[in-house]
């Protein structure tokens, strides 16, 4: 079978640990750069302190001697650059794309920025403020409070029990932890703990020695945590969450699944299971969301990550009243998953559709590069993704089956219901 991702790489490893993959993808005068910092929520295993690798996001942007803010922004506004930023549970990620010239540029300035980040209590007192109004807002919308209760009931030691913005109650007394942040910076912003992505117009050799004249004098100085295990849920547990003001209820039904796998079939049946049952293509979603039109809102979602995570459904139900209706179709569903022997054939139509749907997600450099940027965060190769889709060939229905019957078991289930506070 042809390898899912397409395109010729190179993947280097400096006396440092950085790694760098380098990507020619084709595409004319365009470069993008990725840089995955393999440190998220997961990482922030100490009470008191989550929130850490997402306030670093604002962090980093706050400068060195050598290129203040000012300066920084001038230099990208001249290349014409486009930036951003994001994090996750598992890994933090810089991002910029310009044209191939600016490219000696852009590596020095983000090599500086790496290794010699500087930044006085006020203005990471400024940064905590920021963080905490970003909470309140999000904390303005119910899916946001849903999911941070979710989780919270979800994984009793695992770091994963909170959010990437972190609990509030650590938001709010980040303002008084400024050397634990120069800490955290030091402990997890090394180079082998961080690979670094260059997609485009770019040649394998020059992109080399740039990044080694660059990047090469990074320290290394890794902190490795000891991250608990996610133990068992012991379930079924339920959550109740009320909103102060009038609002649609909530259905999300989340069953703890195992730890991303490229060797196992684990990961792609998960998948295939996601897109036959419950996505927008699923006889349920037909009839709850079409015909019925008694949710408004309705999905499953598979996300991959390092550690044991959750298969979550979401259902935003119209009629409260109708709540325990979705919940008993959900439910049916998933002992239908159990039992259903999937057609030949129209298993290989979803194996087709998800390929299909991937591959096009790379018809552009930041496209190709982005992508990359997750699945290296979880293996730290791109070969990651054609091992995957090795797997997604081999699923079988009864494979299919299995799987339902492992992990979507009542023991293994937490169900949260958002409703109006009366």
Known sequence: MTKIFPFDYDQHDYPNG??????PTGFPHIVSLYIVVHVGSRNETEAGKSGFAHLFEHMMFRGTAAYPPERYEFVLKQAGAAQNAY??????????TFTREDLPQILEMEADRFANLDYGEEVFRTETRAVLAEYNKDSAEPFHLMHEKLREASFERHPYQHTTMGFLRDIERMPDLYEFSRQFHSRYYRPENTTMIVAGDVDVASTRQLVEASW???K????EDAIPDALPLGGPKEVLVEWPSETLPVLQVAYRTPAYSDTTVESAALDILSYLYFSSSSALYEELVLAEQSCDVFFGMYADHVDPYLYVVTARVKEESQVELVRRRVAETVELMKTEVVDAARLETVKSHLRYGFAMRMDHTDGIAGLLARYVALKRSPETINRLYEQYARVTAEDLQRVARTYFVEENRVTAQLRTKV
């Open 220 to 223: 290394r100085g890794y902190f």
């Open 18 to 23: 950085l790694r760098l993959i380098t990507v």
């Open 87 to 96: 994090t996750d549970d598992d890994l933090t990620v810089y991002h910029t």
């Open 216 to 218: 090469g004098g990074w």
